[in-house]
Nanobody, 121 residues
Framework: QAQLVESGGGLVLAGGSLRLSCAAS????????MAWFRQAPGKERKFVAG????????SYADSVKGRFTISRDNAKNMLYLQMNSLKPEDTAVYYC??????????????WGQGTQVTVSS
């Protein structure tokens, strides 16, 4: 069964760091681009960062450039998001997604259940 499971969320002070992880089954990971999206309360889900299957291409939302880094370990079927210099506006539920093409749109076939990130000021 295709599955994506996020972990690593939590409560952190502004300026702090968190590392999110996404464990993927082979069906959802192999050959797919991967991405992180986030959704704040009352707002639409938005693209945060994405990475191609090989890892050679990455893409970031302007709001996180220079602070967040996406990476993947294909041998372990794992996706990561290193988040530094966190701000209160980064507070959201973060979702892992897998799809055929690296895109900032929501065109991903598989989605995780999300992990909450809360940044306090």
């Amino acid at each position: 069964q295709a599955q994506l499971v996020e972990s690593g969320g939590g409560l952190v002070l502004a300026g702090g760091s968190l590392r999110l992880s996404c464990a993927a089954s082979g069906r959802t990971f192999g050959g797919n681009a991967m991405a992180w999206f986030r959704q704040a309360p009352g707002k639409e889900r938005k693209f945060v960062a994405g990475i191609s299957w090989s890892g050679s291409s990455t893409s970031y939302a302007d709001s996180v450039k220079g602070r967040f880094t996406i990476s993947r370990d294909n041998a372990k079927n794992m996706l990561y998001l290193q988040m530094n210099s966190l701000k209160p506006e980064d507070t959201a539920v973060y979702y892992c997604a897998a799809g055929v093409v690296l895109t900032k749109d929501h065109d991903y076939h598989y989605w995780g259940q999300g992990t909450q990130v809360t940044v306090s000021s």
